[in-house]
């Protein structure tokens, strides 16, 4: 089993940056897809990024349309973290954030993901 833990989340205003990581505990994740999606109220839980490892121990990462170029995710191995570094964050990017971890190759598809943490809200004033 992995157990994730969400930090990071607060309120900032519109065109602040906001770092959210996720550690991992009860297994070394180098090898999992780890997946950052988020959900607002009255909406749908949908994917932001993800990073997966490939091969020559490289990572690859995926982002979602609507934050390529505002938000990064990077991975500590050492640490068994994974960190979605967010920048000109804007109002509509108010939402609970997730982590999310998988065995299997990427996915966008927040129905994929074994493991979870609990959430942390990212609230971004106008």
């Known amino acids: 089993q992995v157990q994730l833990v969400e930090t990071g989340g607060g309120l900032v205003q519109a065109g602040g940056s906001l770092r959210i990581s996720c550690a991992a505990s009860?297994?070394?994740?180098?090898?999992?897809?780890m997946g950052w999606f988020r959900q607002a109220p009255g909406k749908e839980r949908e994917f932001v990024a993800t990073?997966?490892?490939?091969?020559?121990?490289?990572?690859?990462?995926e982002y979602a349309d609507f934050v390529k170029g505002r938000f990064t995710i990077f991975r500590n191995n050492r640490e068994n973290t994974v960190s979605l570094q967010m920048n000109s964050l804007k109002p509509e990017d108010t939402a609970v954030y997730y982590c999310a971890a998988r065995q299997a190759a990427e996915s966008r598809a927040y129905t994929e993901y074994e493991y979870w943490g609990q959430g942390t809200q990212v609230t971004v004033s106008s």
């Open positions: 009860g297994r070394t994740v180098t090898n999992y897809t």
């Open positions: 990073t997966r490892w490939a091969a020559g121990w490289t990572y690859i990462a």
